[in-house]
């Protein structure tokens, strides 16, 4: 059996409670097809979404999760607090989080093994820098954030690999085709090596950095791409809905 495909929206620190009128009209707008739409609004939406997505293709994922299960982190939400409202998917490791807050790939890796905890799929988020791209490093990079990040107990049911060349979010660039298949050629290499060749063919590989209507179909062509993680382009669902729909094609 083939894995499904996968559009996640990010929806980053963005978003009111009126910003839930959207999910109307996205579950509207998508067409009905054998794949997964996952949305990770604020904590703040994340039970209210659970509770207007219920019954729709629409699951709900958190942003980021404490790896302890509770205790004296002020600010900090665990996996099973995400479970708890809703959830079922969480974004750990997005370059936000490694830039902004110093998030280590050893943090990561807590990360992950907390949502398996509390029974949610972890969207484990690996990229290079700008920097990096230019010193043709790339590949460097995802080696080390891979085996840092993920855990022993991969499996294709509990993780999804997001690739997201830093310097492509939020910028409007994107790399060439050629360049997105090599690195998720390289990322389905990886999980071979390390985890089996069919632990690595059921993980889902997302490409992640400037995803929008105009050239999700282009990518979502490239060879082991699974998905898309979408930044800005998942608020709006006259935006969302096409990437999700084109992904339906592939």
Wanted: glycine share 10%; aromatic share 4%; with cysteine.
């Amino acid at each position: 059996m083939s894995k499904r495909k996968l559009a996640a929206g990010n929806w980053k620190m963005n978003g009111l409670a009126a910003a839930l009128s959207e999910i109307d009209a996205l579950s509207q707008s998508l067409q009905n097809a054998d794949r997964e739409v996952v949305l990770c609004p604020p904590a703040t939406l994340v039970q209210a979404m659970a509770a207007k997505t219920a019954g729709s293709p629409i699951e709900v994922g958190g942003q980021d999760c404490h790896a302890a299960a509770s205790g004296a982190h002020t600010g900090d939400i665990s996996a099973e607090m995400l479970a708890d409202a809703g959830a079922r998917y969480v974004i750990v490791g997005h370059s936000e989080r490694r830039a902004d807050h110093g998030e280590t790939d050893d943090e990561v890796r807590a990360k992950t093994e907390a949502a398996w905890r509390a029974g949610l799929v972890a969207i484990v988020c690996i990229g290079e820098t700008e920097a990096q791209y230019r010193a043709k490093e790339t590949l460097q990079v995802i080696d080390t954030q891979l085996a840092g990040s993920l855990p022993d107990s991969v499996t294709g049911a509990n993780t999804v690999i997001a690739y997201e060349p830093v310097w492509a979010i939020g910028t409007g660039l994107v790399p060439e085709m050629d360049e997105i298949g090599e690195v998720h050629g390289a990322i389905r290499q990886r999980l071979s090596d390390r985890f089996g060749a069919d632990t690595a063919a059921a993980v889902r590989i997302l490409y992640g950095g400037s995803v929008k209507p105009g050239n999700a179909t282009e990518i979502f062509a490239v060879p082991d791409v699974d998905g898309a993680l979408v930044g800005g382009a998942s608020l709006k669902a006259s935006d969302f809905g096409p990437i999700a729909n084109a992904l339906a094609g592939h």
